[in-house]
């Protein structure tokens, strides 16, 4: 049950710094590319959306949030359980 709960703590926390990850992109790439865009009077290069899904630090970034999630649900719980 230990690693169970770890493993759904790890879930848990990859999932907000996915969510985390696309507000950011959000508000500080694609919501300032908008505004130029607009302001602009001649033809600009946008963003394309689909180059985040490519992201390979997206990864890396859930792979070492889940690793981290895991494993401090796993100190907590061994912690709990010897005392």
Known sequence: ???FKSVLVGLLA???AIILWFVGV???VVKPALNEAAA???GV???DVSSAAE???LLAICLLTFMAGFIWELRRARRRQST
Do not use: K, Q
């Open 1 to 3: 049950m230990t690693y």
């Open 14 to 16: 990859t999932v907000i």
């Open 26 to 28: 959000v508000f500080f």
């Open 40 to 42: 602009a009077s001649h």
């Open 45 to 47: 290069v946008g963003w």
């Open 55 to 57: 992201a390979y630090h």
